[in-house]
């Protein structure tokens, strides 16, 4: 089930034929409603007989990424033009649109077809467009839902008035494209009209009323906003020649106050409460999201701020007993000491460095500790990586090797040992750090390990285990990450 679904999602996401198909499932719906017959077999038999007829654009919609990739642009281009423009006009003129009905119905079906697949692919190109070109994403991001709504309803009414004079009883012979926008413009008139009950519940009654005094004030709002000012609306309505001269609207019968005139607002803001309501909710939980985020990634960065002179005062320490042991080595490690400290001070402040860059300077650290102490060392480093390139947080693991070296190591006159292991696949991340440790309790480990565990709560919050094994001389700390 899990593969068929996936299947589905791939499919929805990497084409977009069944965006032209849902279109000939609403010409089939318009068809049952225009011939009367409410049963599956007409409006499946409709279906089917569309899509054989409009097999050419919807094999050009299935197959577009292969042609793109075939033909040169002009090709291309000229292909485009004859399924979107063309060829429905093809249709009409070979009579072909008598193998859907052979009546008027089968010029219907082809005229809707083909304004649905016209609308349906340039908003799919404008959509292109807008997430290619970044200030067409930044302008997209700005519309906001009042505008979204006016757009749509704009674009419904165009497509309203074309549809109606597609149909044969409403079509006229003298129905030039002024007259189609006259119709568009009535319509979109008639949407307004009902847009503004839409807006008095959404910025008086819900942001006011509901949010200052209640349900039971906002219930009586809601009853005032329909009594006052539906018969107004119904009035001007009325008074639009096409509703006079269509059935296109209940008031067309003169009835202003007729109660189906009332019901058209009440229920649109009904159904629209609680879509606002959901749509506020949202809002406000991304602005929560939004403040925690940049809550964290403050705090994140004041965490980081302050492992750079936690690290600043161990690498003078160590710089300290080079000198006064004068080891010949100074120079070398007072160049590697500099590689380090520009790792810490410039990748620290990065969100992600790859685990080859982390990798790298927990080994320089490692051989500059080792020339430091001059001590017998058993060390180990394994490693299993399949990509390299797999980015985590800067200086990730250095404080579990610090803590090594200040608690096992360091103080260790015996022979000492620091075997670390990393690997990593798609998933996962485990980094394991094991040392010997001498006979007396470790020292107090300072705020390495307490800022090391804040880091991983705010970045990994539920998909970290951090934990810290101590035996009679050994002690291994791990760190598991869920990638």
Not at 182 to 203: D, E, K, P, R
């Amino acid at each position: 089930m899990k593969r068929l679904t996936k299947q589905i999602e791939e499919f929805i996401l990497s084409n977009t034929v069944w965006i032209f198909f849902t279109g000939i499932l609403f010409t089939g719906i318009i068809l049952v409603f225009q011939e009367g017959r409410h049963e599956w077999l007409v409006y499946l038999s409709y279906a089917g007989r569309i899509s054989l007829l409009f097999a050419p654009v919807l094999f050009f919609c299935g197959f577009r990424k292969w042609l793109r990739r075939q033909l040169p642009a002009i090709p291309l281009t000229l292909l485009w033009i004859f399924c979107f423009l063309a060829y429905p006009y093809l249709i009409e003129f070979l009579g072909w649109q008598a193998l859907i009905a052979p009546s008027d119905l089968g010029k219907v079906a082809v005229r809707i077809t083909g304004t649905c697949f016209l609308v349906a692919e340039l908003a799919i190109q404008l959509n292109n467009y807008w997430l290619k070109i970044e200030g067409a994403r930044q302008w997209v991001k700005r519309i906001s839902l009042e505008k979204a709504i006016l757009l749509l309803a704009a674009l419904f009414a165009i497509f309203y008035a074309i549809l109606w004079f597609s149909v044969p009883v409403n079509a006229k012979r003298d129905a030039s494209i002024f007259l189609i926008a006259s119709y568009a413009f009535q319509v979109y008139i008639i949407l307004f009209l009902y847009y503004g009950f839409y807006w008095v519940n959404h910025y008086f009654l819900i942001n006011r009323i509901l949010a200052q005094k209640g349900v039971i004030y906002y219930s009586f709002g809601f009853i005032a906003t329909i009594i006052i000012f539906y018969p107004i609306a119904a009035q001007l309505i009325s008074w639009l020649p096409m509703v006079r001269q269509s059935d296109i609207h209940p008031v067309h019968n003169g009835l202003i106050f007729e109660d189906i005139n009332a019901l058209v607002p009440f229920f649109g803001m009904l159904l629209s409460t609680p879509f606002i309501i959901a749509i506020k909710w949202f809002r406000q939980n991304s602005e929560m999201a939004n403040l925690a985020k940049e809550k964290s990634e403050t705090e994140l960065n004041l965490l980081k701020q302050q492992i750079n002179p936690h690290f600043f005062f161990n690498t003078l320490n160590n710089l300290y007993a080079l000198s006064i042991t004068q080891d010949k080595q100074t120079p070398e490690v007072i160049l590697q000491l500099s590689e380090l400290m520009r790792y810490v001070i410039y990748k620290g402040k990065e969100e992600s460095v790859s685990l080859a860059e982390e990798v790298k300077y927990l080994e320089d650290y490692i051989r500059i500790q080792q020339i430091r102490l001059h001590k017998r060392l058993d060390f180990r480093f394994d490693q299993a990586i399949a990509d390299e390139k797999r980015h985590v947080p800067p200086l990730l693991f250095i404080t579990l090797v610090e803590n090594a070296f200040k608690h096992g190591i360091e103080p260790a006159e015996k022979t000492c040992f620091l075997h670390i292991d990393l690997r990593s696949d798609e998933e996962s991340l485990v980094f394991s750090c094991e040392n010997s440790l001498e006979d007396n309790p470790a020292e107090e480990q300072g705020i390495g390990l307490s800022n090391l565990k804040r880091r991983l709560e705010l970045r990994y919050h539920g998909r970290y285990e951090l934990t810290a094994e101590r035996g009679q001389d050994t002690y291994k700390a791990m760190l598991k990450l869920n990638l």
